[in-house]
Structures are given as structure tokens and as C-alpha cells.
């Protein structure tokens, strides 16, 4: 029989447990079950005395060079007492596997798990541990240069902007408005003051769903496979934004906020201009990342993603936050 190729597979949760008992787990009773599927897949195993994660990543969305700097990141801060989900060799000491999928090879890594749930909402406390343990994770990560993207201007305002642009007319008031904003965000990046802010390997994804908290408060910060190099402050800002996101009333935002910045400063300051710029990166990450749901619109986004989600999303979030924080207030000042 001829096989139609494919764009996109799930690899078989039975078959996968089978693979896992043999190169990690032998003589031992492995379970495995799908967690969740999208950009790369996300699969729980289970053995009799602990569970684990296991992810392939979807073809040709990291290369093997990226996915090794992404553990080698883990390995740093695990090795340094920062609680993040960290890579497991098999017995042969290789951590990275590769799967002859039918769209192509994939990639996929055996990590541990992350004890505790997501929480949706946290209370002030839990974001002034949050902050402590993103500062103390800044701290290893400062200067810290990985063989990934850096994340500039291009990649999260010119190039989102462009994917965006395959699902939003170029006519439509809400592109114009992006456009405008784009306008004003490239410049303020570029005339920033950048002996005054931090670089380094970036997280870029921390937010409620990629960190589990337990009952007595520990807190695990996992899937890094947005890591690469940048401001250090871009962690900051979109996890502010997340804040922003969830809180309904200002007055609860604001204090959650300035629980997760004390948190941060009781580890590391946090200068001037680097707290300048937190609301404006943040508008530069909902541009990333509705680029990024637009990038993989095939295997992820298009449960949801079209011409009336992205202008609710653009009205009821983007453009709220920029105006809550006065941004561009006094740009011909």
C-alpha cells in the first residue's frame, strides 16, 4: 500500500512506551498517555516509582544543535539549584532521540517532572516566589550565550508582523494599528539605553502554564523550547503581561505586579531602563507570539485562529495594554 504523506503525526503513546522501557526503564512497567499536542507534543510516563515528560518536537521546528543548547541551559541551572524540569540520559547516556516519523525525522527528549499543578491564578505570595526564582534564574543566565536566535526587533515585531499579515487584511484598521505601533516599538528598542540592560539566555515563555506549583509553595519553571538570546527584562515583561492577562481589577494587578518586581529585587536589582521598557516588550511579545500562532496555524492554531479572533485579540488585549501603560503618550513630545 502507498502511503499518502502527511504534514503532521502523533507518535503512538503504546509504541512510545515501549521505547522508553527499553532505553531507560527495562524490567520496569511503563505507561504513557498524551498530555497534549501542538508545536511538539507532549506525552506523561509513567513507571511504578515516578512520572516523567517526554516531548517530540514537531518536524523541522528545532534543529538538533537548538534542541542540545535548550538542555545544555537546563543542565546549567539545574547544576545550580534553580528548580526547572531537567533533561534524563538513557542508559546508553544519549538525551536526545531521534523518531522516523511519517512527515520526516523528529525529535524527541525524555525530562523530569515538574511536581505540583498549574495554578491559573496566584496569590501575592506565590508571585513574590515566582519573581525570586526568575532573578535567581537571571543571575546563571546573564551572559550566558546560547547557539539559538537572539531575539531582536526582527524576530518579534518584522517578522510576526509578517505572518500575521497571511490572516489580517492589510486594509483592516486593526493591521494599521499594528503597523503604527510596530513604527513606534522598533525605534524604541533600537534607541534604548543598552549599558543599562541585562543580557543573556531567555526563558521567554514563563507564564502559568509552564510552571507548576506545589501544595507548600514550590514553584518548577519548565518547557524552555522558546530559550535563546536577549534582554533579560523580556522574561519580566511577559509574565507582567500574564499578570495584566488574568487580573480583572487594576488595583489587583498592580499589586500582584509589585509583589513578583520585589520578589525579583530581593535577589537582583532591576534598572531604570529596564523597567522603562518592561510594558513596551511585552506589546513586542503579543506581536511574537500572535506571529507565532500564525507561523503554526498547520498543526496548533487553526482550532482558533482567524480574521475575528485576531482583531478581538489585537482590541481586547494589545491595544488595552498599551493604552493602560500610556505608551507612545509622548512620542511627538
Known amino acids: 500500500m502507498n502511503v499518502f504523506p502527511v504534514s503532521n503525526s502523533n507518535l503512538s503513546p503504546f509504541h512510545l512506551a515501549i521505547f522508553v522501557q527499553k532505553h531507560y526503564f527495562p524490567g520496569q512497567q511503563v505507561d504513557c498517555r498524551i498530555l497534549k499536542t501542538g508545536i511538539s507534543d507532549t506525552y506523561l510516563i509513567t513507571t511504578p516509582e515516578k512520572r516523567y515528560i517526554f516531548r517530540v518536537y514537531s518536524f523541522q521546528w528545532r534543529t538538533m544543535e537548538e534542541i542540545s543548547e535548550e538542555l545544555r541551559l537546563l543542565d546549567h541551572l539545574s547544576a545550580n539549584g534553580v528548580s526547572v524540569s531537567f533533561p534524563i540520559a538513557d ?38 516566589q515566582i519573581g525570586t526564582l526568575m532573578a535567581r534564574m ?17 524576530e518579534l515585531l518584522i517578522d510576526s508582523l509578517t505572518r500575521i499579515g497571511q490572516f489580517l487584511a492589510e486594509d483592516t484598521q486593526e493591521m494599521q494599528y499594528m503597523k503604527t505601533v510596530q513604527e513606534y516599538l522598533i525605534q524604541e528598542i533600537r534607541n534604548a539605553d543598552s549599558d543599562n540592560i ?42 507582567v503581561l500574564q499578570i495584566h492577562s488574568v487580573e480583572k481589577e487594576d488595583s489587583e494587578r498592580e ?8 520578589g525579583y529585587e530581593s535577589v537582583c ?33 487553526n482550532v482558533f485562529l482567524n480574521e475575528i479572533y485576531l482583531k478581538r485579540f489585537i482590541n481586547l488585549l494589545l491595544k488595552k495594554y498599551f493604552d493602560y501603560h500610556q505608551l507612545g503618550a509622548n512620542k511627538n513630545s
Not at 507564564?207 to 538570546?229: A, H, P, R
Not at 513596551?280 to 507565532?292: A, D, N, P, T
Open 255 to 262: 499589586h500582584k505586579a509589585a509583589q513578583f518586581f520585589k
Open 198 to 239: 541585562r543580557k543573556g539566555a531567555v526563558h521567554l515563555d514563563l507564564w502559568f502554564d509552564n510552571m507548576n506549583v506545589t501544595s507548600d509553595g514550590q514553584i518548577t519553571f519548565f518547557d524552555f523550547d522558546f530559550c535563546g538570546n536577549g534582554w533579560l527584562c523580556l522574561d519580566m515583561a511577559y509574565y
Open 269 to 301: 536589582p532591576i534598572s531604570d531602563e529596564e523597567k522603562r521598557l518592561i510594558p513596551m516588550l511585552g506589546i513586542c511579545l503579543y506581536f511574537f507570539y500572535l506571529g507565532i500562532q500564525s507561523q503554526r496555524y498547520d498543526n496548533w492554531s
Open 138 to 154: 537571571h543571575l546563571l543566565t546573564e551572559n550566558f550565550a546560547l547557539k539559538r536566535v537572539t531575539y531582536s526587533e526582527k
Open 91 to 128: 542508559l546508553e547516556s544519549a538525551f536526545i532521540h531521534t523518531f522516523a516519523a511519517p512527515e520526516g525525522e523528529r525529535y524527541g527528549v525524555l525530562f523530569s517532572f515538574a511536581e505540583g499543578e498549574k495554578v491559573f491564578n496566584f496569590d501575592a505570595e506565590t508571585h513574590f
